[in-house]
């Protein structure tokens, strides 16, 4: 029987529940170890003046402050947010200015919250807007796409339409919250740097904070066996990494150094905020002629990071004319980094509310007009896809939902102090494979030992790759010990882009079949084992060039109460077409983890802003919302047997972001439904709605 | 956290003589409030005084009818009695709309009473704040005021209270017991929380060193046919935007009597009196209810981020006095 495909339970899931599991922050003896604490700007811009060291150095317990004057100095990486404490100015509010050193955690905070700062504060700007006059087109979008991309005549054909909308859609920042928030502990011996971090990727962490310290990558060791979580937010070091490396350096100790929540909107890397002008015409026939997606984003002054918002707009439908650009503004603020499905989730946001608004008023059937536009070959790329089954995830959606009933007029279903009401929209995301290696040994008592640098931050990663190398090996699952997690390992992609599975299990299949080659020439197996180290470089490389893509569709019903505007959603069902599936219980858990974070997108989620005083106001559990239990009701997940053989050998596209992608459409889509009113700027919280509901009396 | 001394309380007076010697010295009960706001260095005191050994529990229906609440009954406790959910539902149902079951394992009376605002800038030690530094200003009233009050505010301070069981005890004319140095006292609630004016830093009329004993609930012949509605961003374990407690006495469609308070509108949870007399001795209807709450609000001075509570408050009442008007 193949391991993969079956529901195999979290290798490590007891000794996480049981408080076993050690994280970044649990990894060494009390005793041994020294506490940092991070000091945060509390100006804008502008420079420190002064800082009060030696009044809290002369606290009990305070062992050292670190500030720009004694810092050790740090290679320019091209990333400055890891450039910490190396001068005087302050770029945004909430960046480090210092870290306090102290035997005890208790000792550490105190001493940071009395620590004097005196600053001279300049000029800020800190709002982005879609006719900032800062505007300016990057020259890529994140990781590596083009900012502009234009075919036909877009204004001739959206004039010409029978049917046209041209609406902007806005979302706010959203902050990566994983449970665990960014920790490190940091000890050097001689010139090598001791790292356990909270990272998305050990091998990228090694290579980037090894370069700042001007250390080859292989002189620091990063292990990161458990994480807690990331979303993009630990795909590559933040600031805590350099600061709890710099502490350790300084005072020659094992330091230990964490954010606390309130840290992480402004350390963690956020989504930046986005506005989408969509405009759409179509003919008669509800066939698109054109589609333009301008996207305008955010990003900070010391690291351009620019969403690629519109990205998914050029693979999904066809029409012959098509635009899709990028502007952005560097602004005052903390970079904006990774959160899960950057650039899908805020894009197809927009484009699948558009695609809702169009059917709307051709009077079509959201599913029949997405049908209608189903294209041939990618419309931007003109390659075939490897695999594409949207229609057929919004048939089975739409038969598990019950949408063949549904009533298209909108705010035509109140039931007492309810108005209720359904959307659909489509899901997308690209299914990538990057280069990696895996070591693995054939040992004579039978057993065999996998090393894969892969990061398991919570998704179960550590139990697929060993599902996948049973296959290969044609073993029990049991019959493998594995090691993730740990720069020592050959190299590997980081826990991201949903091609974890696929890239490292890329390598694992390739390293465990040549394993089995070896082994079949009849070697007797010498006591330390027989070991294979593979990549898969030439591999990748050599990949036809296709447009890869998972698809889904998602239905959502939404209740809104019409005395006080709040949404309830009773039901969400997603259906996916991912390729091949590896775990079962381990995928659903990501496609209604993914769903619930689009619920919150859709309805809870916003940092809010504070033009004054220069950052997010809210910054706390208590005041940024995401779902709660009692938001989270029936969410039923299913995807759909597809085989693609234009993928890694396992054929799996991907399966840890598709699943927030179109699900805040979906709600958007249902409440317009329900009330009659289009909320265009997430979340879709009470004040957007109350003023303009049905009548109840 | 700023270091502090701790001390267990043995006996009432003892614990009010602590507070006279210590101004700085501060009540501990369930901590939920106190110590969080204690770590983001918000609060500061020299001294906790653990008020949770006194003898401060119990539910007691006394001869008159009133039910006293010692202030040390935790909040699930309270909710939870069965003579409360019988006669003062709307108590119940606001204690049961807060937080979260595991704070309000923990949360008293007491501390609940005395909860701080949430402002987002009382909370952020690094930012201006009224009420946390005289003097230093009020972002808020041009920053971040979604959640921030709308009647009775100053150009000091728009802060709520952001609490529900006082909106429930607001609208049962309930009377805050305590304990000075000078003796036993009393407040009742429409006097206990007071509008911000001039000095933000005082939440209430509370005498400074006072400890809160008992809330007595005075009998409310249709506190039966009550409710609390809340509106929130979200299902639970959140703040309320606004919420309305209720009590509704009807006859042949006629409005007997009733209470209402709503919360989350002011620096104390809001007392209707004018929807109140407008609607005494009126036809229980949507439209006279809508009309008695929109001259309540007719004062109301919002900020652009919450003018959408003057049709939220509006809404929610007409659908809760309605709700209560058909049984
Ligand atoms: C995440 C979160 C969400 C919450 N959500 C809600 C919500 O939705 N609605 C809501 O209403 N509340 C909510 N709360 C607040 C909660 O109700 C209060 O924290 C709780 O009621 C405080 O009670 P306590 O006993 O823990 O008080 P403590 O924290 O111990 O004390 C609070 C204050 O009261 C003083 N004090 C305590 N007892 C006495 C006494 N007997 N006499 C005089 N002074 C006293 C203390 O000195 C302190 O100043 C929430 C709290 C949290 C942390």
Known sequence: MSAIGASLARIEGIEKVTGAADYAYETTAEQETLYGWVVQSSIVTGRILDIGVDAVLALPGVVEVVTWRNAPHLEDTGDGELNVLQHAIISYRGQPVAVVIAETLETAREAANVLEVSYSAGESDVLMSPDHLRLYAPDKVNPAFETDSVIGEVDVALADAVTSIDHSYSTPALFNNPMEPHATTAEWQGGRLELVDSTQGSSVTAEQIGALFGIPGEAVHVRAEHVGGGFGSKGSPRPNVPLAAIAAKITGRRVKLAYTRQMMSSLAGYRTPTVSRMRLGADADGRLTAISHEAFSQTSTLFEFAEQTAEATRHMYAAPNRRTTHRLVALDVPTPRWMRAPGECPGMYALESAMDELAAAAGIDPIELRRRNEPERDPELDVPYSSRDLIGCMERGAELFGWAERDPRPAAHIDGRWAIGTGMAASTYPAMAQPSGAVVTAMPDGRYRLGINATDIGTGSRTVMRQIAADALDVEPEAIDIRIADSNLPKASVAGGSSGTASWGWAVTKACRELRISLQTGMTIPPDGITVTATTDAEIAAQEELSRHAFGAQFVEVRVDLDSGEVVVPRMVGVFAAGRIMNPRLARSQFIGAMTMGLGMALHEVGELDTVLGDYANHDFATYHIPACADVKDIRVEWLDEEDTHLSPMGGKGIGEIGIVGAAAAVANAVAHATGIRVRDLPIQPDKLIADLPARF | ?327
């Open chain 2, 1 to 327: 956290m700023k270091p502090f001394e701790y001390e267990r309380a043995d006996d009432v007076a003892g614990a009010v003589a602590t507070l006279e010697r210590d101004p700085d010295a501060k009540y501990l009960a369930g901590g939920t409030n106190l110590v969080d706001l204690m770590r983001l260095r918000v609060e500061t005191p020299s001294r906790l005084v653990d008020v949770n050994r006194l003898d401060l529990g119990g539910i007691v229906v006394e001869a008159d009818g009133a039910v006293r609440i010692g202030a040390a009954v935790r909040n699930s406790d309270l909710a939870a009695d069965p003579v409360i959910r019988e006669r003062y539902p709307v108590l119940s149902r606001a204690l049961l709309s807060a937080a979260s079951g595991q704070l309000r394992n923990m949360a008293s009376v007491g501390g609940n009473l005395l909860q701080r605002t949430r402002c987002v800038y009382f909370m952020d030690s690094s930012k201006p704040c009224n009420k946390r530094e005289p003097g230093s200003g009020c972002p808020a009233i041009v920053g971040v005021s979604r959640e921030l009050a709308i009647l009775g505010a100053s150009e000091h301070c728009i802060a709520t209270h952001p609490g529900d069981m006082a909106v429930a005890l607001t609208a049962l004319d309930a009377i805050v017991h305590f304990e000075t140095a000078a003796g036993p006292d009393s407040l009742p609630m429409s006097g206990f929380h007071r509008l911000p004016g001039d000095d933000p830093s005082r939440d209430t009329n509370l005498p400074p060193g006072a400890l809160i004993t008992s809330v007595e609930v005075p009998p409310l012949s249709f506190g039966g046919r009550s409710t609390y509605r809340k509106a929130r961003d979200r299902r639970s374990y959140a703040f309320a935007l606004a919420s309305v407690a209720a009590a509704l006495d009807v006859e042949d469609g006629i409005i007997r009597d009733l209470r209402i308070a709503v919360g989350a509108v002011s620096h104390k949870p809001w007392r209707a009196t004018v929807a109140e007399e407008l609607l005494r001795g009126s036809p229980a209807t949507p439209d006279r209810f809508e009309a008695a709450i929109r001259a309540e609000l007719d004062i109301a001075r919002p900020t652009e981020q919450n003018a959408f509570k003057i049709p939220l408050v509006t809404r929610l009442v007409v659908g809760v006095l309605d709700e209560l008007a058909h049984p």
